[in-house]
């Protein structure tokens, strides 16, 4: 066995999700079948659990049994007793595994409930990686940013989702456990803009804090960590990699062979005529400022140069501002920054030799 492989432990809160699936996505009957292929790609499970009241499910308890699943009843009782003793018993579980089983490095906790917030909490003080899985309609916007990863069961290959539309009057259902006041995620539309920005960002921020090349891996976790919940499959890619090589045909990445087989090195190109444009735009609206009337100040600058071009944006080149792409072209010779008191603000120039 790889010593680099993740061992996973999977803890299914199953009445969250199976009742999640039902009332959020057309009557849909969950299979954990998408849920264990997501998961062999990131390692090898070890531990299935999954735990309820399996007299409400029995179809479904023949399902999981087929996928080696243990079942763990939790029986029948009244409310919100029954729903906090299954709570109660997969985190007392779960913790139980992550101090005797040294050896499992990831903890799957499916469920969309954010009363298992602490328990992601804790394992993650103890070192292990948590992945959750729930349906987004159903899930609490608390729960994904505590994980490590979050996954939305009905974005997962192989859920098949009805065609149907929703109409309006099928609005999601809460359980009576939910709190009233608990935000819920909200569903928007991949914008491939902010995808090409939020990726170059990320890796000018690698690139700034590190010493050594970014790998594409390390490039992936880092995207993870801002958002939990993202994936590439969202915005039409099938792999991460398949994002990267459409970002290297648009000239915002380079990749070139890494350690790894499959693990290429991501790096802004070498010679980037589009970012030379930006500063060369930049410099051209500085210059024709100064020569109206004076030396702009940095406030509004942007403003000037999206006139010419409409679609600038520094954010493109990996910058996270618009001081900082103004420093770049100071470093670069282009321009003088100098901070005026009087305008509480910095002036603008274009470098001259003698200065």
Known sequence: MAAEEERIALFLDYENLAIGARDNLGGLAFDLKPIADALAERGRVVVRRAYGDWSAFDEDRRMLTRNHVELIEIPQRMGVVRKNAADIKMAVDALELAFEREYLTTFVIGTGDSDFTPLVHKLRELNRRVIGVGIKDSTSALLPPACDEFLFYERLEGVDLPDRPRSSEQRPRRRSSDRAEEPKVETEAGDLEDLERSVTQTLSGLQRSGSGAVLASSLKRALLRKDPTFSE???????????????????????????????????????????????????????????AGGPPVLSGLKNQLRKQQPKFSEKRFGFGGFLQFCKAAQARGLIELEWDDSADDYVVRVALPDR
């Open 233 to 291: 499959a969202d915005y039409g890619f099938r792999a991460f990699g398949e994002l990267l090589r459409h970002l290297e045909q648009r000239r915002f990445v380079e990749l070139t062979e890494g350690s790894a087989k499959g693990d290429p090195v991501v790096d802004f190109p070498s010679e980037d005529s589009e970012e030379d444009e930006a500063f060369s735009l930049l410099l051209s609206v500085v210059a024709g400022l100064e020569t």
